[in-house]
């Protein structure tokens, strides 16, 4: 993988764009492919964004989201697209199967494929150029970057500012999380200025709940949590039928780990969800413990130090079983 400063010059010269991140995108892997598409736009090149599947509710207010071509939905008309393509973009995931079924079409296309991202471990010799950086808060950063050191930052109008914005505040938990270095304050002051009302984002993604959705999260966190203080962990399991039953639909999960670490003196928290196809892990750690190696080495999973995903083909109450029989191994480092 080439540095990406090799590649900018490709930019001046239109080309057919395909622009796509990690299957059920977060504000992330949206807000970058989103913000990258309007400023790619203004070059005069032909762009898509292409989603490996669908993605949450809360994310339908971003500027051009209505033409963002679900794969999953439109498998057909994607695979044309992406064999058309001259350059594919790679945003918000580094391991081409975190694109599901696009995993194929993406190894299969033989053009330039550029990848920005923020997470452990790449996959380099799936990309011809690229950046990679896990000490970025997040891909939005990296895309306001790759802009601005393009020569563009002139090119970052109201719709890149939404875009970029919406990862760079949920990556960073609204600003909390350690990764929110002086330059994300730095890039959000300049967005500021070009007139972006942040109140307005902050309310779209977490003020458009349905109440069914406050009702699951109640309901879980008193019938589906364990603590297990011995070890400094509390742990979710929701099952298929809990997510019926409320009627629960993509996205509407998410956040519901972060709770596990309001709790004092928790360093560790896990949940799994039984998906249709998969029981989907998610780890959350505060400190020194990486979750990025015990996602990779127990539950087939990777991400970031302090969050990370994983999946299974056993039972909710198998993987449970697994998860808790691995404690005592690191009882130690969740000391
Ligand atoms: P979440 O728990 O919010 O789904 O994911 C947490 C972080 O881990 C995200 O940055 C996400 O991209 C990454 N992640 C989630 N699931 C997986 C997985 O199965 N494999 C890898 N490599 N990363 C994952
Ligand atoms: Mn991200």
Same mark, same amino acid.
């Given at each position: 993988?080439?540095?990406?400063?090799?590649?900018?010059?490709?930019?001046?010269?239109?080309?057919?764009?395909?622009?796509?991140?990690?299957?059920?995108? %977060?504000?992330?892997?949206?807000?970058?492919?989103?913000?990258?598409y309007?400023?790619?736009?203004?070059?005069?090149?032909?762009v898509?964004?292409?989603?490996? +599947?669908?993605?949450?509710?809360f994310?339908?207010?971003?500027?051009?989201?209505?033409?963002?071509?679900?794969?999953?939905a @439109?498998?057909?008309?994607a695979?044309?697209?992406?064999?058309?393509?001259?350059?594919?973009?790679?945003?918000d &995931?580094?391991?081409?199967?975190?694109?599901? @079924?696009?995993?194929?079409?993406?190894?299969?296309?033989?053009?330039?494929?550029?990848?920005?991202?923020?997470?452990?471990?790449?996959q380099?010799?799936?990309?011809?150029?690229?950046?990679?950086?896990?000490?970025?808060?997040?891909?939005?950063?990296?895309?306001?970057?790759?802009?601005?050191?393009?020569?563009?930052?002139?090119?970052?109008?109201?719709?890149?500012?939404?875009?970029?914005? +919406?990862?760079v505040?949920?990556d960073?938990?609204?600003?909390?999380?350690?990764? +929110?270095?002086?330059?994300?304050?730095?890039m959000?002051?300049?967005?500021?200025?070009?007139?972006?009302?942040?109140?307005?984002?902050?309310?779209?993604? &977490?003020? +458009?709940?349905?109440?069914?959705?406050?009702?699951?999260?109640?309901?879980?966190?008193? @019938?589906?949590?364990?603590?297990?203080?011995?070890?400094?962990?509390?742990?979710?399991?929701?099952?298929?039928? %809990?997510?019926?039953?409320?009627?629960?639909?993509?996205g509407?999960?998410?956040?519901?780990v972060n709770?596990?670490?309001?709790?004092?003196?928790?360093?560790?928290?896990?949940?799994?969800?039984?998906?249709?196809?998969?029981?989907?892990?998610?780890?959350?750690?505060?400190g020194? &413990?990486?979750v990025?190696t015990?996602?990779r080495?127990?539950?087939?999973?990777?991400?970031?130090?302090?969050?990370?995903?994983?999946?299974?083909?056993?039972?909710?109450?198998?993987?449970?079983?697994?998860?808790?029989?691995?404690?005592?191994?690191?009882?130690?480092?969740?000391?």
């Open positions: 993988m080439q540095s990406v400063n090799n590649f900018f010059p490709l930019l001046s010269s239109p080309s057919n764009i395909v622009v796509t991140c990690h299957q059920k995108p %977060d504000g992330d892997a949206m807000g970058s492919t989103l913000g990258l309007h400023f790619l736009v203004q070059l005069g090149h032909n898509t964004v292409i989603s490996p +599947t669908n993605w949450a509710d994310l339908n207010w971003m500027p051009g989201v209505d033409k963002v071509l679900n794969y999953d @439109n498998k057909q008309k695979q044309g697209i992406i064999s058309e393509a001259n350059i594919i973009f790679c945003l &995931f580094n391991i081409l199967h975190r694109t599901k @079924n696009m995993e194929q079409p993406l190894t299969d296309a033989k053009c330039i494929k550029v990848l920005i991202d923020h997470h452990q471990q790449p380099v010799e799936a990309f011809d150029y690229g950046i990679s950086l896990t000490t970025k808060s997040s891909t939005c950063e990296m895309v306001y970057d790759f802009i601005v050191e393009s020569g563009n930052k002139d090119k970052i109008n109201l719709d890149v500012a939404k875009c970029l914005y +919406t990862g505040m949920t960073t938990g609204s600003f909390r999380f350690p990764s +929110t270095t002086a330059s994300v304050h730095y959000v002051a300049h967005l500021k200025e070009l007139g972006l009302e942040h109140s307005e984002i902050h309310s779209n993604i &977490f003020d +458009t709940s349905l109440e069914n959705r406050l009702r699951f999260t109640g309901f879980t966190l008193l @019938n589906r949590m364990e603590v297990l203080y011995e070890y400094n962990t509390a742990v979710m399991y929701i099952y298929s039928q %809990d997510l019926k039953r409320f009627n629960i639909k993509t509407d999960t998410e956040g519901l709770y596990l670490l309001t709790i004092l003196g928790i360093k560790f928290g896990a949940i799994v969800i039984d998906r249709d196809e998969e029981r989907k892990w998610s780890f959350r750690s505060k020194d &413990f990486d990025n015990f996602a080495k127990h539950f087939e999973g990777g991400g970031h130090f302090n969050a990370a995903g994983g999946r299974s083909d056993a039972t909710v109450d198998e993987t449970m079983n697994k998860f808790k029989q691995l404690l005592p191994t690191y009882k130690q480092e969740l000391h």
